[in-house]
């Protein structure tokens, strides 16, 4: 998928319009606790701003369900920005109205402006072309670099780019599209798939794509009690699809038929409830007692995991291996994040795709040891299983 992106635009003394994924977790006290999503996009902005560029941002914070809601203000977020590029960050009241757009008609070269929240407005969501054409009148350029929304065919997303001149990715949607695009496209093999998780029926159409590609898929996460319970185990208290036993066993042979390595694992780690002070022990597959829950891969799974994701070339990581949120049932998805930074340490490319898989790397401390943590869980998602992301679709080839 070729973009025309941020480095084909003549920026000098223009007016960039920005979507940015600032969609941050914030405290009581409004301090946000993780910067990474705006950290992500700096590349971007500083090219605008280092190339006399005026720039407009734009995002969405939370779910004020299309009202103006100060708890979901961008204004701790223009702060945080400010202290990132050391330079002014004026936040205006809106993001559209007469106001704001004569602050952005007063903008000189190397200026930033945040606008407020997009989705004070309920036309945003809804992808109103009053609205669209409003937010693009503020712009010469638009550069889209929010890939955690580009699965969303939202007004500052897709409804946009039919009222503005050129629609380009920014630098963080280009390397979305590098890593993602390429290892669907043309991995390097061998190939290796990790899908964890709860349920099948979130992954089936990721199994159903990447069977197409992969040589080997790993599976962990509750799901596998689903496929367990499909080969005929008892699986005790543990989360079973029951509607999706006959899918569980129809991508077994589906998987056999193409020649593809798909390992479960052939050990747990048991509790009797899920709490951090509950006791919990190791079991083979085949011995899971009656009022027990599987939380977690076991460890025969997971050095099985690691030897082979370190024979992989490419690896691609979507979901966590357990209930990694406690840590005493977090040792599997742990162990698979160690086995991915010596993967990338000896060569292979790999990539996270965001979500979950992206918190427990950064839990565990290793995000810099992986070629590329994707930005957005559902965005990522949505592309592995092969669908069109509008927010991408609608830029310029």
């Known amino acids: 998928m070729q973009k025309k992106t941020l480095s084909d635009l003549s920026i000098q003394g223009k007016r960039v319009l920005m979507r940015v994924d600032f969609n941050v977790p914030l405290d009581d006290r409004k301090n946000i606790t993780d910067d990474k999503r705006i950290v992500e996009s700096l590349p971007s902005i500083k090219k605008v701003l280092d190339d006399g560029g005026r720039l407009i941002l734009m995002s969405h914070l939370g779910r004020p369900k299309g009202k103006v809601n100060p708890e979901f203000s961008l204004a701790p977020v223009a702060a945080k920005l400010a202290a990132l590029i050391d330079a002014p960050v004026t936040m205006a009241k809106d993001c559209i109205?007469?106001?704001?757009?004569?602050?952005?008609?007063?903008?000189?070269?190397?200026?930033?402006i945040l606008l407020e929240n997009l989705r004070f407005h309920p036309e945003e969501e809804a992808n109103d072309p009053e609205f669209a054409k409003e937010?693009?009148?503020?712009?010469?350029?638009?550069?889209?670099?929010?890939?955690?929304t580009a699965h969303r065919?939202?007004?500052?997303?897709?409804?946009?780019?039919?009222?503005?001149?050129?629609?380009?990715?920014?630098?963080?949607?280009?390397?979305?599209?590098?890593?993602?695009?390429?290892?669907?496209?043309?991995?390097?093999r061998p190939f290796v798939a990790i899908l964890g998780g709860s349920?099948?029926?979130?992954?089936?159409?990721?199994?159903e794509n990447l069977f197409k590609k992969v040589d080997t898929v790993l599976i962990?996460?509750?799901?596998?009690?689903?496929?367990?319970?499909?080969?005929?185990?008892?699986?005790?208290?543990?989360?079973?699809?029951?509607?999706?036993?006959?899918?569980?066993?129809?991508?077994?042979?589906?998987?056999?038929?193409?020649g593809i390595k798909l390992l479960l694992p052939e050990d747990v780690i048991l509790t009797s409830k899920i709490a951090a002070d509950a006791p919990f022990h190791s079991a083979l597959i085949s011995a899971i007692p009656d009022g027990m829950i599987g939380v977690d891969i076991g460890p025969k799974a997971a050095e099985a995991y690691r030897n082979?994701?370190?024979?992989?070339?490419?690896?691609?990581?979507?979901?966590?291996?357990?209930?990694?949120?406690?840590?005493?049932f977090a040792s599997g998805t742990m162990a698979v994040a160690r086995a991915l930074v010596d993967a990338t340490a000896k060569g292979a490319t790999t990539?996270?795709?965001?979500?979950?898989?992206?918190?427990?790397?950064?839990?565990?401390?290793?995000?810099?040891?992986?070629?590329h943590i994707s930005t957005g869980?559902?965005?990522?998602?949505?592309?592995?299983?092969g669908k069109v992301l509008p927010g991408i679709a609608a830029l310029n080839d």
């Open 308 to 328: 082979e994701i370190i024979g992989a070339r490419t690896v691609l990581w979507n979901g966590p291996m357990g209930v990694f949120e406690i840590d005493n």
């Open 135 to 148: 937010l693009a009148s503020l712009g010469e350029l638009y550069v889209n670099d929010a890939f955690g």
């Open 220 to 258: 962990g996460g509750a799901m596998v009690f689903t496929f367990f319970k499909a080969q005929g185990y008892e699986v005790g208290n543990s989360l079973v699809e029951e509607s999706k036993i006959e899918l569980a066993l129809e991508i077994l042979e589906q998987a056999k038929q193409r």
């Open 97 to 112: 109205g007469t106001e704001v757009m004569q602050q952005v008609l007063a903008m000189r070269d190397g200026e930033v």
């Open 153 to 188: 065919a939202h007004a500052s997303t897709e409804g946009i780019t039919h009222f503005v001149p050129i629609a380009v990715a920014g630098y963080l949607i280009e390397r979305e599209l590098m890593y993602l695009g390429k290892a669907l496209q043309d991995p390097e």
């Open 351 to 371: 990539i996270v795709g965001g979500g979950d898989s992206a918190a427990a790397i950064a839990k565990a401390g290793l995000a810099g040891g992986i070629t």
């Open 199 to 207: 349920k099948i029926s979130g992954k089936i159409d990721v199994l």
């Open 377 to 385: 869980g559902g965005a990522s998602l949505e592309f592995l299983e």
